[in-house]
């Protein structure tokens, strides 16, 4: 079975940065797309940064302060975060999806609270 882990969250003040990783198992490689998503109670989850056949997006509250990045000999997808403001502050989760039909998994997400 295919299984995603989050760690790297946590309390971070305004302007500050945090570093979220996701170990995939078996490995990181061979899947349709690779990505994180955000969620907040009440909201619906949120596209924050996908790798997707060989490129990067982002959604637009996040381009130019989100990295997303894999590096599969660790089996690792990460999400390098920036310049983080209140408005980040989710609960955040890994994704991985084997195909454009295929199923979609989910990580136990990672919280990340930024104080003002």
């Known amino acids: 079975q295919v299984q995603l882990a989050e760690s790297g969250g946590g309390l971070v003040q305004f302007g500050g940065s945090l570093r979220l990783s996701c170990v995939v198992s078996p490995n990181s490689d061979g899947f349709y797309a690779l990505g994180w998503y955000r969620q907040n109670p009440g909201k619906q989850r949120e596209l924050v940064a996908v790798?997707?056949?060989?490129?990067?997006d982002y959604a637009d509250s996040v381009k130019g302060r989100f990295t997303i990045s894999r590096d599969n000999a660790k089996k690792t997808v990460y999400l390098q975060m920036s310049s983080l403001g209140p408005e980040d502050t989710a609960v955040y989760y890994c994704?991985?999806?084997?195909?454009?039909?295929?199923?979609?998994?989910w990580g136990q997400g990672t919280q990340v609270t930024v104080s003002s």
């Open positions: 790798i997707l056949g060989g490129r990067t």
């Open positions: 994704y991985a999806k084997l195909g454009p039909f295929g199923t979609a998994y």
